[in-house]
């Protein structure tokens, strides 16, 4: 192998940095300055940070030791110098919130790998890559899950290299080398299922190829062979310098042994129908009864990528419908040890989903669509009894718990929160009030109104809930869940609390196989207990939300738009089915729903809502369905809504573009800077879904876009009209446009180069597909979306945002207006907040 060429002390501007090779193709980090940070930095939208200030706005430079840096609320901290111990961990109080720089002086051009402990992310000569932040240790034990499979392809160039790390879990570490080989698997990240003892073979897997060249690779394979026999999977395009986790096939025999197997994978490069090697490696995969605890695969309809639930089957060999328990685990635990933690059910399957990772997104975005598409193909695969399925979870999943519970109260006969906190704001961002305290802040939180938990207790009081909590668990605070047994009380719910004395955040009190904790006896008796009535068995609905395209149905009763949109809607209402009569109230509804198909048939029903009576109604409905429509303050009989209209099927958001089978598009037909700017922020974006999401996100140029092929797929579109060149098939009637200088607003107009526009919009001829953009009238506009925590847990978008540099230095005065399309997918119908003019 080439050895690497490098100076061993490099110094600059009286900055020391240190490179001790552990190898002569290892570099390991040992030294640089850090600088630290306030609380909240990265966290929020608005988060003027003037490190990214200078990088945006090309007025970088090479940070010294004392340094100082003043921050947008005068407070003024400096860099300082900061070294490893031996094994290469930095240790530092400055680690829990800060930026870590150093350089590297090399003497050729290298593709290189970088491998970092404990990081958000990094800057590598500018470009963002994915981090870390997990994983804070060399050492595991069997049954824990790892993090070192973060394996980053870098180029780095002849001469020097800044490196830019930003670290918030108070120890790193990183180091660099030369990869075997230009395209190879990164066999620490798998997705594997168990395999059944005597049943045949036929499951997805999925394993990261590490691309460390400067070309597009899309002729390559994997072939798995098991037992003599072999399958063939392609393997979708993966860009240069880059890394992507694709889905194989395993088909076979069955295997009718207990205990474990080999599959051996082999990497194929088959370009010009001339098979070559290129990798090889063997997995080892679990024979297990089909009664026992194992892992079932599943390709994401969010992604293409392969998932798994972990299943703890009934112990009940009988024909009966099971009853189902979605158990969500906590933070930094395995789906399939979470799911372990029960001792089986005679009566139901326990089922983990798995958040999409150990941390995944806390049961939200991504985490509670990884739970539903879970739960629902559970529920077709097995045969469940439809009014005996429960949802409870511990820790983070106890927060998943109220926040799924919360948001779908007829899926669920009961729900058991242990130990759960309630929201972000009450746990993670405690103390912290600044989200909400100017007009633009509250309308950029509206974004996030499906996570405000208290707000939908109401929704609760449809369900059994049985609330657990350790009285001393120093983890999540007892206060979490006594503040919700609190808001029980008010609504009258039926509800049980237990706070087990004495008792810390995981425990175990009985001698019973079954951690206490999540299988804890008087809550399976509760769950007993409780079933969920049909819809026809249901008289009265009372149903709140604030996002139609996350929870928009409750028994009968559909909220399919608002008035103000993502503010909390409600609906309640009653069926008189002795006089073919609902009547019922609202607030904040434009558009509802009433499902007819409720055992007899409803024939020409009458409707009284909010004081108004509607009678003579005629069919037919389409559906079963009656849709009524506010208009100008009445209620009127409506048709089935247009699906270019809002709706339940697709409402907008930024983030809820980042579904529905999504691929990333990037520009190539701006400048050289433009177009590595686009190649970048796809990569990061696609490099960070993968990490926290294990996710597999298609990246590919704007010239290879098949605009027909991909029609009903979500766009993510990197750049602007001039610069990607899909622009015009997929925004070519969209009342925003951002161009070289510009961004069009409806009929307004914003001039500049240092403008930034993150926005939705439908994806015209489809009925539910989305197209985002992330895009900017310049290089210096493009920059400053490096690091909008967009794709982070507890971050939200409206439709749309334009901003300027100025959110980078003085934080909500570079916003220049943010908030809804309407109903119709305009801008002259929406709700827009702007900047206030001086």
């Known amino acids: 192998m080439k050895h690497l060429l490098l100076i061993i002390i490099f110094t600059v501007l009286a900055i020391p940095v240190w490179l001790l090779s552990q190898s002569k193709d290892t570099i390991l980090i040992k030294e640089g300055v850090a600088l630290p940070l306030q609380r909240g930095y990265g966290e929020l939208i608005i988060a003027p940070n003037p490190v990214e200030a200078k ?18 609320d005068g407070q003024v901290h400096k860099w300082k110098s900061i070294s490893a111990d031996e094994k290469g961990w930095f240790s530092d109080s400055v680690l829990r919130n800060c930026y870590i720089y150093t350089s590297i002086q090399l003497l050729s051009d290298q593709i290189m790998i970088l491998e970092s402990y404990g990081n958000e992310m990094v800057y590598i000569n500018g ?19 790892r993090f070192d499979y973060s394996l980053i392809p870098v180029f780095m160039k002849k001469g020097k290299n800044e490196i830019l790390f930003r670290c918030s879990r108070g120890r790193f570490k990183s180091k660099l080398y030369l990869p075997k080989q230009s395209v190879m698997f990164n066999a620490r990240d798998i997705t594997i299922p168990d395999f059944i003892s005597g049943d045949a073979i036929n499951s997805w897997g999925s394993i990261v190829i590490i691309n460390c060249t400067n070309v597009n ?34 088909v076979a025999p069955p295997q009718n042994e207990k205990g474990t197997t080999l599959v051996n994978l082999t990497l194929i490069n088959n370009e010009e129908n001339k098979r070559k090697i290129i990798d090889s490696t063997s997995l080892l995969f679990r024979i297990v009864n089909v009664n026992e605890n194992h892992k079932e695969t599943f390709i994401s309809a969010i992604d293409s990528s392969v998932q798994y639930y972990g299943i703890n089957p009934s112990s009940s060999n009988g024909d009966k419908k099971n009853a189902l328990f979605l158990s969500l685990h906590g933070a930094s635990v395995e789906a399939i040890n979470q799911s372990g933690s029960y001792y089986p059910k005679t009566w139901g399957h ?68 242990s130990a759960g906190w309630i929201s972000f704001w009450t746990y993670r961002y405690r103390g912290q009030q600044v989200a909400d305290t100017t007009q633009i802040r509250r309308m950029i939180r509206r974004a996030t109104t499906p996570s405000e938990t208290f707000e939908y207790i109401n929704n609760f009081s449809q369900m059994g809930v049985y609330v657990l909590h350790g009285a001393a668990d120093d983890n999540v605070p007892v206060e979490q869940s006594r503040s919700m047994v609190e808001k029980l009380k008010n609504i009258k719910s039926d509800f049980v609390y237990n706070e087990q004395p004495e008792m810390g955040h995981w ?18 008796d509760y769950f007993a207990r409780h079933a969920k009535p049909s819809k026809n068995q249901v008289r009265e609905v009372k149903f709140v939300t604030a996002n139609p395209a996350v929870s928009s149905k409750d028994q009968w009763l559909t909220i399919d738009a608002q008035i103000e949109q993502l503010k909390i809607s409600s609906a309640d209402f009653r069926y008189y089915p002795g006089k073919n009569k609902f009547i019922g109230i609202t607030d904040n509804v434009a558009r509802l729903a009433i499902d007819l198909d409720l055992g007899d048939e409803v024939k020409s029903p009458t409707v009284e809502i909010d004081g108004q009576k509607i009678t003579d109604i005629k069919g037919p409905f389409p559906d079963n369905k009656l849709w009524l429509e506010k208009h100008s303050g009445n209620w009127k009989i409506a048709a089935s809504p247009s699906k270019d209209m809002k709706g339940s099927h697709r409402y907008g958001t930024f983030q809820e573009a980042f579904r529905n089978n999504v691929i990333f598009v990037y520009g190539t037909g701006g400048s050289r800077e433009e177009n590595m700017w686009a190649f970048d922020k796809a990569r990061y974006d696609a490099e960070k879904l993968w990490y926290q999401g294990n996710g597999s996100v298609e990246v590919i140029a704007d010239i290879y876009f098949d605009f027909k092929t991909n029609i009903n797929r979500n ?17 070519k009637n969209s009342p925003v446009e951002v161009g070289n200088g510009y961004i069009k607003f ?25 197209v985002g953009v992330v895009s900017g009238t310049g290089i210096i506009g493009m920059k400053i979306n490096n690091r909008l925590p967009y794709l982070n847990p507890g971050i939200g978008l409206p439709d749309c945002t334009i901003f300027n540099s100025d959110i980078l230095s003085k934080g909500e005065e570079g916003i220049i207006l943010t908030g809804f399309f309407g109903l119709d997918w305009s801008s002259e119908t929406g709700e827009f907040v702007r900047k206030k003019q001086k």
């Open 350 to 417: 326990i089922v983990a989903p798995t958040n999409r990772r150990p941390y995944g997104f806390n049961w939200e975005g991504w985490g509670r669509l990884d739970a539903l598409e879970v739960l629902d193909l559970v529920m077709k695969k097995y045969s469940i009894d439809q009014s005996r399925v429960y949802l409870t979870g511990h820790s983070m999943g106890g927060h998943g718990t109220w926040h799924l519970g919360s948001l779908f109260p007829d899926k669920f006969a009961a729900i058991g929160p």
């Open 715 to 731: 766009v993510i579109l990197y750049g602007n009209k001039n610069s990607n060149k899909a622009w015009n098939d997929l925004l």
């Open 55 to 72: 990088l945006a706005l090309g007025k970088w430079t090479e940070p010294k030791p004392d340094e100082k840096v003043t921050f947008p």
């Open 217 to 250: 690779l899309n002729h390559l394979e994997i072939s798995t062979m098991i037992g003599g026999v072999s399958y063939n999977t392609p393997v979708k395009l993966i860009p240069p310098l880059s890394l992507r986790k694709v889905p194989f096939k395993i």
């Open 127 to 145: 470009s963002p890559r994915s981090g870390n932040p997990y994983c804070l240790k060399d050492e595991w034990e069997s049954w824990e899950p």
């Open 746 to 770: 409806g009929k307004e107009k914003f001039k500049g180069n240092n403008l930034a526009c993150i926005f939705v919009r439908p994806r015209e001829g489809t009925e539910n597909a989305s």
């Open 507 to 524: 425990w175990d009190i009985s001698d019973e196989p079954g951690s206490d904790c999540v299988d804890w006896a008087p809550m399976f």
